[in-house]
């Protein structure tokens, strides 16, 4: 079966970095469109980054020159690396497989979901 079990989240001090790891198993990897999503308290869930088949990329625009969002489908694993966080960039982070081989921006457009790491960047 499907599964995407995430890791790598933590506490770090504004300004800190992070990095988070995503692993694939149950399904042909590279030919989905692979996706990091986080959930605030009392906010709906949202887009960090996409990456399609051939790694084309896609970026919320409050994380744009800062995150960086790879794959590597010979360990069927998705990254993002998160620099310059921010207090506002708190949240559970969630990686995500598409629907098909393109990049959604919605959580509709994904169908299986990972457990969720939280990120705490603290002023």
């Known amino acids: 079966q499907v599964q995407l079990v995430e890791s790598g989240g933590g506490w770090v001090q504004a300004g800190g970095s992070l990095n988070l790891s995503c692993v694939a198993s149950g399904f042909t990897f590279n030919t989905y469109a692979m996706a990091w999503f986080r959930q605030a308290p009392g906010k709906d869930r949202a887009l960090v980054g996409a990456i399609s088949w051939n790694e084309n990329t896609n970026y919320a625009r409050a994380v744009k020159g800062r995150f960086t969002i790879s794959r590597d489908n010979a360990k069927n694993t998705v990254y993002l690396r998160m620099n310059r966080l921010k207090p506002e960039d708190t949240a559970v982070y969630y990686c995500?497989?598409?629907?098909?081989?393109?990049?959604?921006?919605?959580?509709?457009?994904?169908?299986?979901w990972g457990q969720g790491t939280q990120v705490t960047a603290s002023s």
């Open positions: 995500a497989r598409g629907y098909g081989s393109s990049c959604a921006i919605r959580p509709q457009g994904y169908d299986y």
